[in-house]
């Protein structure tokens, strides 16, 4: 006599109210570490107070003044020209090493990009820092090439561009890489019978079809490169100014009501831009 194997099948409500269970305590450390912290950012944009004392305090919005100020609207300036300059050239190569992997014959490919992506692991102070001391008029590279002294590009625009390619362009060869991956190889073939050239192919079809990795891509490097304060304090040395070091100064200061409006203001853009992804990508398919 043989025994029926019936598969069980579990409720979908029995499902989803697991699935609670187990995210509660990733949604009690969330409302810790993000919400409550925002929300407290949100007050301080409303109240006068030094530092955060609740003797004294008042309501008022003269914080908002911050945005007005030389300083500020410089920092604001030069956050978005770095940033899309960065963004630019990482398109450029990251488009590069992404096609030239997509188009190789490497069997395991997704180890090229593990390894690509292996300084990201590491600690990004101390990569900024390892870039420094190459930048330096003395470095380890003058060393080994035997040379009397090297260029010295600390504090200078060049230093804080490379320094964000450097530490970002992993963030675009993967969602780029990973919308290549997706495309029917069918396609190729289809485009060639149609007498298209490799160029036309390239442009007409495999750009078009890639767009949702270059906009995930750029968004993600956008993203640090405008609210950043590491890059530009260690590689500009100080001489440049970005809206992150501007936060920082503040909080630094305890000027945390004008520190609040800034980083409000970073935060709205940022969710903005998350929007915008899931606009683009519903399905998260590009991204890291």
């Known amino acids: 006599m043989q025994k029926s194997h019936e598969k069980r099948v579990i409720p979908t409500h029995q ?16 409302y810790i570490l993000a919400v409550f912290p925002i929300a407290i950012m949100i007050f301080l944009m409303f109240v006068d107070t030094e530092g955060i004392r609740f003797a004294g305090m008042e309501f008022s919005v003269s914080n908002f ?33 992404a096609y030239m992997l997509y188009k190789s014959k490497i069997r395991n490919k997704y180890l090229i990009l593990i390894i690509l992506i292996l300084p990201m692991w590491t600690n ?67 485009a060639l019978d149609l007498g298209m050239t490799d160029f036309k192919k390239f442009w007409k ?9 270059i ?10 490169c405008l609210s950043g304060f590491a890059i530009p304090k260690i590689l500009g040395d100080g001489n440049i100014l970005l809206i992150g070091n501007i936060i920082e100064q503040s909080f630094i200061n305890m000027s945390y009501n004008q520190g609040s409006v800034l980083a409000i203001v970073i935060l709205i853009i940022i969710m903005g831009s998350i929007i915008i992804i899931n606009k683009v990508d519903k399905e998260g398919e590009t991204l890291l």
């Open 15 to 30: 499902v989803a109210h697991h699935l609670d269970k187990m995210a509660k305590p990733y949604l009690v450390w969330l």
């Open 215 to 224: 906009i995930s891509g750029s968004i993600m490097v956008l993203l640090p």
């Open 65 to 97: 003044q911050v945005l007005t100020e030389n300083s500020t609207i410089i920092a604001f300036f030069n956050s978005i020209k770095y940033s899309f300059i960065t963004t630019a050239i990482c398109i450029f190569f990251g488009y590069l090493v």
């Open 124 to 190: 990004i102070l101390l990569r900024i820092n390892a870039l420094a001391s190459v930048f330096k008029e003395n470095n380890i590279l003058t060393d080994i090439l035997g040379l009397d002294h090297g260029i010295n590009i600390i504090g200078t625009d060049i230093a804080i561009i490379l320094g964000m390619v450097f530490t970002y362009l992993p963030f675009m060869i993967m969602p780029i890489y990973t919308s290549l991956e997706k495309i029917d190889p069918l396609l190729h073939e289809a």
């Open 205 to 213: 079809v495999i750009v078009p079809m890639s767009s949702k990795g």
